[in-house]
């Protein structure tokens, strides 16, 4: 049975950093797309970012020179590396294999002071 599982969520303050985590199974995470994807309450799940099958990061405007994705294929993990975070950035972040549609369970991040 494959698996998704985010962690590294939690409360910070404006301005601060967090890193997130997702560990997927081998046999959708090896050489496939995986995603970062976020659902603020009250809204539509939103796309944060992709890490291409051949390594290539991708971002929705409103993340680039905030936000990092990057991956470790040794250890089947996806990162997010957010930083300067903003109230707004508050949401729950889900990990997806883009390829076979298997989503996490997801992990909430709040910023606030």
């Known amino acids: 049975q494959v698996h998704v599982v985010e962690s590294g969520g939690g409360l910070v303050q404006p301005g601060g950093s967090l890193r997130l985590s997702c560990v997927a199974s081998e046999s959708i995470f090896s050489r496939k797309p995986m995603g970062w994807y976020r659902q603020a309450p009250g809204k539509e799940r939103e796309w944060v970012a992709t890490m291409t099958s051949d390594g290539h990061p991708m971002y929705a405007d409103s993340e680039k020179g905030r936000f990092t994705i990057s991956r470790d294929n040794d250890k089947n993990t996806v990162y997010l590396q957010m930083n300067s975070l903003k109230p707004e950035d508050t949401a729950v972040y889900y990990c997806?294999?883009?390829?076979?549609?298997?989503w996490g369970q997801g992990t909430q991040v709040t910023v606030s002071s």
């Open positions: 997806k294999s883009i390829q076979f549609g298997v």
